[in-house]
């Protein structure tokens, strides 16, 4: 079996606080894109889990999300089979775009039909929020609210099922997300409120400059004075016509655009830079 994991990127992301156990709770819009993994199943004999990823720096063992997610699968399952997994990487690491959490959600959706547990999905996003704060939200992919720590998912249903063009571009580094949480400061002023960008997608009024006051991320304040190539980004694809703002913790950026006369310009832009971009579109977990 072969399953496509796709990158995610947030359109509103609003930190609200500091729970006591250390996590933050937040509130997210998050619209799963054209970029995608490749994993690749395949059942082996003996009882144990295999992975080979493209990318030698990530690790074959309990610290790769894909391997945790096929233990606590095969645990909660009571499965005494083996498998085997190729990861192929596309999705950059580091770059706020949950590949590792898209990819812990493939396996449990693979592994579900694979040995024929068939079930249902609110059962899978119990043993999802397990795994990794976002991996719930990739089990059905397309457009949520996410909220608490990024474990509670709630469909967006537009009456018009818009396809919308982005473009991602990443600068030849990551962030951390554990780093740009320790830069928040509280107490945040002006806190955003997301019922309006929900209720503008919802009605399917959602363009270029409803988009423009309504996309926000709070780790932009923190984060641009840290990594100004990040803002620089930004200010490029705004200066193309762009829609600009940055993913999750960083360090993509993403831009919306309408037609095809937009991405040449746009491409022509980034092509003048050392960064890396890739052009995509929304998607939807079928």
């Not at 089990?139 to 469909?155: E, F, M, N, P, Q």
């Amino acid at each position: 079996m072969i399953i496509k994991a796709p990158a995610k990127i947030n359109l509103y992301l609003e930190i609200i606080n500091k729970r006591s156990d250390g996590y933050h709770n937040i509130e997210s819009i998050m619209h799963t894109v054209s970029l995608f993994d490749i994993l690749e199943f395949n059942e082996i004999c003996e009882d144990k889990i295999e992975i080979i990823c493209s990318n030698s720096s990530l690790p074959g063992d309990k610290n790769n999300l894909v391997y945790k997610a096929a233990e606590k699968f095969k645990h909660h399952y009571k499965i005494n089979k083996g498998i085997k997994i190729n990861l192929t990487k596309n999705i950059p690491m580091g770059a706020g775009l949950g590949g590792g959490s898209s990819d812990a959600a493939s396996v449990l959706l693979a592994l579900n039909k694979i040995w024929k547990i068939n079930d249902n999905v609110k059962n899978l996003e119990i043993l999802a929020s397990s795994i990794g704060a976002d991996v719930a939200f990739f089990l059905t992919g397309g457009t949520a609210k996410v909220s608490g720590i990024g474990d509670v998912v709630v469909k967006i249903k537009p009456k018009v099922d818009t396809e919308y063009n982005f473009v991602l571009v990443k600068p030849n580094f990551g962030v951390s997300t554990v780093y740009a949480y320790s830069k928040i400061k509280f107490p945040l002023t002006n806190i955003h409120r997301i019922d309006r960008i929900i209720n503008t997608f919802e009605q399917g009024l959602l363009n270029l400059d409803a988009a423009k006051g309504l996309f926000f991320n709070r780790f932009e304040e923190f984060i641009f004075a840290e990594y100004p190539e990040i803002k620089q980004i930004k200010e490029t694809l705004e200066s193309v016509g762009c829609v600009a703002l940055m993913s999750g913790s960083g360090a993509t950026v993403f831009g919306l655009f309408q037609n095809e006369e937009k991405k040449d310009r746009i491409i022509s832009e980034l092509m003048k830079h050392n960064w890396n971009f890739w052009i995509a579109s929304s998607f939807k977990v079928k």
